[in-house]
């Protein structure tokens, strides 16, 4: 199993970017997706996930300071997840990463991506 994040760069304060998240090897609908974030010198934080596909609804959670500016997407068939971020800021710098759980009596995220670096400017 593999996940593969992308989409990460240099944008200015105030603008947007979409980052993907392909998984390999298995299909993880319609398991948790999620993804998370570590800005330098701090801890790992979870920025959001999306639960649901393949024929159901689906559910997305995000961390409270990030909600209104954070959304996240999924594309069944293409076994990938989104994160369409907005309204950037500098505190928004970190490496962002994407990981799966494998079946939905998981509560910890079995898989994870290398992540993909994000650098807001002012």
């Known amino acids: 199993v593999q996940l593969q994040a992308s989409g990460g760069g240099l944008v200015q304060s105030g603008g947007s970017l979409r980052l993907a998240c392909a998984a390999s090897?298995?299909?993880?609908?319609?398991?948790?997706m999620g993804w998370f974030r570590r800005a330098p010198g701090k801890e790992r934080e979870f920025v959001g996930t999306i639960i649901g596909g393949d024929g159901s609804s689906t559910i997305s959670y995000y961390a409270d300071s990030l909600k209104g500016r954070f959304t996240i997407s999924r594309a069944n068939a293409k076994n990938s997840i989104y994160l369409h971020l907005t309204s950037l800021t500098p505190e928004d710098t970190a490496v962002y990463y994407c990981?799966?759980?494998?079946?939905?009596?998981?509560?910890?995220?079995?898989?994870w991506g290398h992540g993909t670096q994000v650098t807001v400017s002012s």
């Open positions: 090897g298995r299909t993880f609908t319609p398991y948790a």
């Open positions: 990981a799966v759980r494998s079946s939905s009596a998981r509560l910890e995220y079995d898989y």
